[in-house]
């Protein structure tokens, strides 16, 4: 797949966009040879909040979010602390403002060193909006002027951004992911519109801090995954004291004297209107691809709803222009696919590797309060794929040590496997609702993609005492209508 003819152009491969994925490729690039440059440019939100290099993930996705989420367990330990037999001071409490400074801080540095690795790899900084001017030539607004610009190559891994519901106050009053983790004041109580995981990994990082969020779901909780999970999810939010409300959309934010705002809202099931005042409102309805302002029209490549369609390797209908990561239609909004996507484009355009990027059974967490990790298939999806008779679901609930003495509620920690009801009991797919989500599925993960069954689960001896043997212990099915619900943890 390695380009034959390098033409007279001012780069061999340019990179539209600076986030995970479109960094991987372009450093791959130039380790394999080529001459890469990299444009990379936000346009700032409505409230005017900006950030550096890197994209969403290092500025306002997954570094920030895991951050704050640390923050809000933080919390929760302190005072489950004083029942392991700290003397802990009841008055403790958290300042928003020094921990938006501490994560603002260190995304700031991260931004640094990445402009620092860019330049060690030789890869060419623009810091610069570029839109086609036919397939092989950009032009980029700097600060300095338009500059045009021609390459071999494209990738394209400008990634996307939160939208904005079309109804009066949306834009002027409130505020996304992009805004929030360096809002310069208390979000106090707060209206969280959406029940994705941005909306829901928000919402409880909020509350851990002491604040008072509410969800507001259009259709679902976590449309996408499983949704057995997804309701164990919002069932245990809402025992912690966060507020669902169900089938209801937002009509108009409108800000009051007092500076407040007064939502109004319709239940889309009765037609009834209710209104509330929040000091915040938070959009979590989804993500919009930045296609926009690039032109493709002008390089003939093709758009599907917001994104570009590709084919198995990233390619785009213009067979020297690809795209990577959340622009790309159809396929897992995650950094490390973006990551791995783009690191394996490079090295079938430069190097000698004709490896492709397997998007299937990707292992990903929601870090709610209490955390919800999964890999391969959804039960609902099982059963679509493979036929409800065809299916065997092992499930438990399970008592985390650690919730013992401080009395935590256990009551929704849950694990189970999809796995194929016959034969050598494949396992399709591993949902896990408990502590430290993320490190418990990530080797579970590995296991999956190389062809784990139910026999080789069974017979994996557990490390004790800890939450990821609870895979190792599943011998229930849902088709026996027995107790999942363990006696006790030790036999």
């Avoid at 949306?170 to 106090?188: H, K, M, N, Q």
């Avoid at 909020?206 to 259709?219: A, C, F, H, I, W």
């Avoid at 939010?237 to 009509?251: A, D, Q, W």
């Amino acid at each position: 797949m390695a380009p034959v003819d390098k033409g007279n152009y001012d780069y061999d491969l340019v990179v539209i966009g600076g986030g995970s994925g479109g960094l991987a490729c372009a450093k791959e690039a130039v380790a394999n040879g080529a001459r890469v440059a990299c444009l990379d440019f936000v346009k700032p939100t409505p409230t005017g909040t900006k950030w550096g290099i890197g994209g969403t993930c290092v500025n306002v996705g997954c570094i920030p979010k895991k951050l704050m989420h640390q923050a809000s367990l933080l919390g929760e330990s302190v005072h489950e602390a004083a029942a392991y037999g700290w003397n802990v001071d009841e008055k403790i409490k958290p300042d928003w403002n020094k921990l938006v400074t501490s994560v603002q801080n260190h995304i700031k540095s991260v931004n640094w060193v990445t402009r620092i690795d860019m330049r060690d790899k030789k890869v060419e900084y623009i810091n610069g909006l570029g839109s086609f001017v036919d397939s092989h030539t950009l032009s980029a607004k700097l600060k300095s002027g338009d500059r045009t610009i021609t390459a071999q190559t494209f990738v394209i891994a400008v990634g996307g951004r939160p939208r904005y519901p079309n109804i009066p106050g949306a834009v002027e009053y409130g505020i996304t992911s992009d805004d929030i983790f360096s809002l310069d004041r208390e979000p106090g109580k707060t209206l969280v519109v959406g029940a994705g995981y941005i909306g829901l990994e928000c919402a409880g990082f909020l509350k851990g801090l002491g604040y008072e969020p509410t969800v507001m779901v259009r259709s679902i909780v976590l449309r996408g995954f499983d949704q057995q999970m997804a309701g164990l999810v919002a069932a245990s939010m809402e025992e912690r004291g966060i507020p669902f409300l169900h089938k209801t959309v937002p009509l108009s934010v409108e800000k009051q004297a007092d500076g407040r705002l007064l939502v109004k809202y319709e239940n889309t099931e009765t037609g009834e209107v209710a209104s509330d005042v929040f000091d915040t409102v938070l959009w979590a309805i989804g993500r919009k691809g930045l296609v926009e302002d690039l032109n493709l029209q002008n390089a003939g490549v093709l758009v599907q709803k917001d994104k570009i369609p590709v084919d198995s390797e990233e390619t785009t209908n213009v067979p020297h222009i690809y795209a990577v990561g959340d622009i790309i239609y159809g396929k897992p909004e995650l950094t490390p696919v973006a990551v791995l996507a783009g690191r394996l484009l490079a090295r079938r355009l430069y190097g000698d590797s004709d490896l492709r990027m397997d998007y299937a059974d990707v292992a990903t967490t929601v870090f709610t309060p209490l955390e919800y990790a999964c890999v391969g298939l959804s039960e609902e999806d099982a059963v679509k794929a493979h036929g409800a008779d065809e299916i065997e679901v092992f499930h438990g609930y399970y008592k985390p040590t650690e919730f013992f003495i401080p009395q935590k509620s256990v009551r929704y920690c849950y694990v189970k496997a999809v796995a194929q009801r016959s034969g050598e009991q494949r396992v399709y797919g591993l949902h896990y609702l408990g502590p430290v989500a993320g490190e418990v599925i990530q080797g579970f993960a590995a296991a999956l993609k190389s062809g784990l069954t139910i026999p080789t689960l069974m017979n994996t001896v557990g490390i004790h005492p800890t939450t990821a043997e609870e895979f190792t212990r599943l011998s229930i099915t849902k088709r026996s209508g027995l107790d999942p619900t363990p006696a006790s943890c030790c036999s």
